[in-house]
Structures are given as structure tokens and as C-alpha cells.
């Protein structure tokens, strides 16, 4: 607000200040243009420090995870180590998939290796009660899902 004040920009906006505004304000406003370079520095300001604070500080950042492991297509999709991860066949009850999650119904949710799943190419486990999990693994769960199914049958 002082940088523009100082510059002599005055421009009006209503709901959100985004381009709808800024054009439909154009006529009305007092040197309007002179957003637009001021708009190109706060936004390399803004990459700037955001960008050195993320490396220096090692903030986490949403798809970025240091821990994740290097999957190999082939291991990702087998379902007999999945079936193992999960407890063994005789801890698995049901199996379901949604979008992205591989839902199940299991006896004890304790018996899953978390570390054997994530080498798998899972971003997570949700425990729902003791007997109800989901596996967050991405657009392959149903496929995954598929195969168990088709191997404890």
C-alpha cells in the first residue's frame, strides 16, 4: 500500500483483486500500469525467499519426501508382497479400492508393516478402528486391488 500510494497508483477493487478486477478497473483507475511491474518484483521476492527458505531450513513441501524409496515398476504392483505387507493372507478379510486408496477389512490392523508398504510405493496407512484401513497408494489401487483379490482367491 505505500509503494503505491508513493508511486500514484490508485486502483479500486472489489472481491478478490485479481485480473477481473484490475481489468474492469482500468478506466477508473490512476496509473494502472504500473501494477504490473510491481506485481513482477513482489513475485520474484516472494520466489526468492520462499525458495531459499525451503532448501535452507528444510521445510517439507507438499510431493516431496525424502524418506519416500526408489520403486521399481515391478515391485510396486506385486501382490504377494503387498499380501505380506499387510499382515499375510489370513489377516485380510476384504478388499476394495476407491481412486486412490486400496480399503480394507482386516483382523488386526497392528500385524501391517509400514516400511514394507512404503518400499511398495504407498504414500501412507489410515487406520479406521483395529479391523479398517486404507493404503493411500495412487491411481494403480484399484489394480493392485484387483490382483490381491485375485490372489488370496
Same mark, same amino acid.
Not at 48 to 61: E, G, N
Not at 98 to 109: E, K
Given at each position: 500500500?505505500?509503494?503505491?500510494?508513493?508511486?500514484?497508483?490508485?486502483?479500486?477493487?472489489?472481491?478478490?483483486?485479481?485480473?477481473?478486477?484490475?481489468?474492469?478497473?482500468?478506466?477508473?483507475?490512476?496509473?494502472?500500469?504500473?501494477?504490473?511491474?510491481?506485481?513482477?518484483?513482489?513475485?520474484?521476492?516472494?520466489?526468492?525467499?520462499?525458495?531459499?527458505?525451503?532448501?535452507?531450513?528444510?521445510?517439507?513441501?507438499?510431493?516431496?519426501?525424502?524418506?519416500?524409496? %526408489?520403486? #521399481?515398476?515391478? !515391485?510396486? =504392483?506385486? &501382490?504377494? @508382497?503387498?499380501?505380506? $505387507?499387510?499382515?499375510?493372507?489370513?489377516? /485380510?478379510?476384504?478388499?476394495?479400492?476407491?481412486?486412490?486408496?486400496?480399503?480394507?477389512?482386516?483382523?488386526?490392523?497392528?500385524?501391517?508393516?509400514?516400511?514394507?508398504?512404503?518400499?511398495?510405493?504407498?504414500?501412507?496407512?489410515?487406520?479406521?478402528? %483395529?479391523? #479398517?484401513?486404507? !493404503?493411500? =497408494?495412487? &491411481?494403480? @489401487?484399484?489394480?493392485? $486391488?484387483?490382483?490381491?483379490?485375485?490372489? /488370496?482367491?
Amino acid at each position: 500500500m505505500v509503494i503505491c500510494n508513493s508511486l500514484g497508483i490508485l486502483h479500486g477493487f472489489g472481491f478478490s483483486a485479481g485480473l477481473i478486477d484490475f481489468v474492469l478497473n482500468w478506466g477508473l483507475a490512476t496509473k494502472p500500469w504500473l501494477l504490473v511491474p510491481l506485481i513482477g518484483a513482489y513475485f520474484v521476492l516472494y520466489f526468492v525467499i520462499f525458495y531459499f527458505a525451503i532448501k535452507v531450513f528444510k521445510l517439507p513441501t507438499p510431493a516431496v519426501d525424502d524418506e519416500e524409496s %526408489k520403486v #521399481s515398476p515391478e !515391485v510396486g =504392483l506385486d &501382490p504377494v @508382497a503387498y499380501i505380506e $505387507a499387510l499382515g499375510g493372507e489370513s489377516n /485380510i478379510v476384504s478388499v476394495d479400492a476407491c481412486i486412490t486408496r486400496l480399503r480394507l477389512g482386516v483382523n488386526d490392523c497392528s500385524l501391517f508393516n509400514e516400511e514394507a508398504l512404503k518400499a511398495l510405493g504407498s504414500k501412507g496407512v489410515v487406520r479406521i478402528g %483395529k479391523q #479398517s484401513a486404507q !493404503v493411500i =497408494l495412487g &491411481p494403480k @489401487a484399484e489394480s493392485i $486391488a484387483n490382483s490381491i483379490k485375485a490372489t /488370496i482367491e
